[in-house]
């Protein structure tokens, strides 16, 4: 089956740090990744989409200047959360969508990073 | 934009018994409808989807329904067990991307 990774799993770091958080798909090419944030008792809140080779395109609301995103290969997206902030504390996960039909494929999501900002 | 409500935010249900979730919709363009449980601290799993040119789809205890002409659909889960216990999502695909409901908390009480 299709299986996304995230690095790290969690992180914790300080106010105004900046932090990486990696996106793979492991075993096959993911045209489209997505990236979401998830606060406690919450729904999944997407952030951006992220093409290969392109600009992501992002939700209203989500500052690109602070969640900077990159998706250099088919298989390999990165948020990084610039200057973090304690509300930016929270639960991120992407996950990776696999072209090549006609009709909506079935979105694969990694096991999210536990983000806390100190 | 388009819009997902699901109801109810809480259920709590007795080991056995039948749980059911519903969700509505707005936009008419939606096709893809899944359904995702999610557990504390973990990615969401997708359970059963189904597409628009069909009914009804089941998958061993979970089922799912969708009336497009009313713009709803719901999930049935049969015969209950602790280990369904989780947060349990709607979705619906819209302009290529996934809109999520706001979730239930089901609870299965032995």
């Known amino acids: 089956g299709a299986v996304v990774s995230q690095h790290p799993s969690w992180v914790i770091c300080k106010s105004g740090t900046s932090v990486k958080i990696e996106c793979r798909s492991l075993?096959?090419?993911?045209?489209?990744m997505f990236w979401y944030r998830q606060f406690p008792k919450q729904s999944l809140m997407l952030m951006a989409t992220?093409?290969?080779?392109?600009?992501?395109?992002?939700e209203q609301g989500v500052e690109k200047d602070k969640f900077l995103i990159n998706h250099a290969s088919l298989t390999l997206s990165t948020l990084t959360v610039t200057s973090a902030h304690p509300e930016d504390s929270s639960f991120y996960i992407c996950?990776?969508?696999?072209?090549?039909?006609?009709?909506?494929?079935?979105?694969?999501f990694g096991p999210g990073t536990r983000l806390t900002v100190l | 934009g388009e819009n997902v409500e699901q109801h109810p935010s809480t259920l709590s249900v007795q080991e056995g018994d039948s749980a059911v979730i519903k969700c509505t919709y707005s936009d008419s363009a939606s096709n893809y409808f899944p359904w995702y449980k999610q557990e504390l601290g973990k990615r969401p799993q997708l359970i059963i989807d189904?597409?628009?040119?069909?009914g009804e789809k089941k998958d061993q205890r979970i089922a799912v329904t969708l009336n497009k002409t009313a713009k709803h659909f719901s999930l049935h889960i049969t015969e209950t067990q602790p280990e369904d216990s989780a947060v349990y999502f709607c979705a619906l695909e819209g302009g290529g991307k996934l809109i999520f409901g706001q979730g239930t908390e089901l609870s299965v009480k032995p």
């Open positions: 992220s093409n290969e080779g392109s600009k992501a395109t992002y």
């Open positions: 075993d096959f090419q993911a045209t489209t």
């Open positions: 189904i597409r628009s040119n069909v």
């Open positions: 996950s990776a969508l696999q072209g090549g039909s006609s009709s909506y494929n079935e979105q694969f």
